[in-house]
């Protein structure tokens, strides 16, 4: 594929169009990502678009099983702490809606259990509509914006108590 470089200056009347040019490009481009990174780099001399996401080692070894216990010595599940929860994070900056439409019951509500690639919640950005999909199994336990609240990328909307499968 041939590479693409500036030959001229952009005139700074034009600056306004190459940046919501390439805003309304990336936006589409994070849309169809099936996982949100965690770093973006946007370079418009020469154009480059760089993106990274986080990565999980496994060390390969699984963990040892812990032993059975007897129905009657198990303890009462705690109720979660806030340090047990995980989020669902905004993938994008933009407007948040947690219905597919005005009027509509929300995705999900507080109590819900979701699975990971449930839609849960949609952000607008730039009149694009970019899904917000559950990445694990647990329940709902607090939504933290508001339909119709303005959100930055990688903002809590969800808090979750993981479940296990």
Known sequence: ??????TAPVAEHELGTVLTTIEHHVTRMLAGLPDSPTALRVRFGDVAVEAEWATTRSTGVAPA?????????????????????QHLRAPSVGVFYRAPEPGADPFVAEGD?????????????????????????G??????????DSVEYDEALFAVVPLDD
């Open 65 to 85: 099983p812990a032993p059975a216990a007897s129905a009657a010595a198990l303890p009462e599940p705690a109720a979660p702490t806030a340090d047990q929860h």
């Open 113 to 137: 259990t979701i699975r990971p690639g449930q839609q849960v919640g949609i952000v607008e950005a730039m009149k694009l509509m970019i899904p917000v999909k559950s990445e694990i199994h």
């Open 1 to 6: 594929m041939a590479e693409k470089t500036a």
């Open 139 to 148: 329940r709902v336990v607090e939504v933290l914006k508001a339909n119709g």
